[in-house]
């Protein structure tokens, strides 16, 4: 049996605990340019879309956008602030759409919808399906997808 736990807080959640159709919101967090900055350096990602506010005043966007993948990112973590017992959720894989940029100054949340239950070849275990879409201040979605992650079972 697998055994899923936390370094700290509540028992995590078990699958029998989720229930098709809840729905949650996480808090918002505003993106800053140090933000962008400290991604860049971390994933060596250094394009003009991200470090060139002379070039990107030209460009479709007219201003510096975050990486996609620090919005991915900044979600993760948010939706474990949004949603109980989410520290004991193992992510298993991802389909993901980035639909719209994030800019400097933009606030992001994430709305969250368990959208499937099933039990998993793994011994013990099952997965929960969650569909998120992530949203700026103007509740424009600006990414969205759907999460799979392993979780404990009863029995």
Known sequence: MLSFCTVSGPVPRLLEDFAVGDEYESPGRTVTEADI??????SGDYNVLHTDAEHMKASIFGERIAHGLLGLTVQQGLLGRGVPGYDGLRLESMRWKFK???KIGDTIRV???ISGTRASD????GVVVIARQVLNQRDEVVQE?????????RG
């Open 145 to 153: 997808g759907e999460t799979e992650h392993l979780v404990g079972r």
């Open 37 to 42: 900055v400290l991604f860049a350096g971390l």
């Open 111 to 113: 709305r969250a919808r």
């Open 100 to 102: 719209a940029p994030i």
């Open 122 to 125: 793994v011994p013990g275990s």
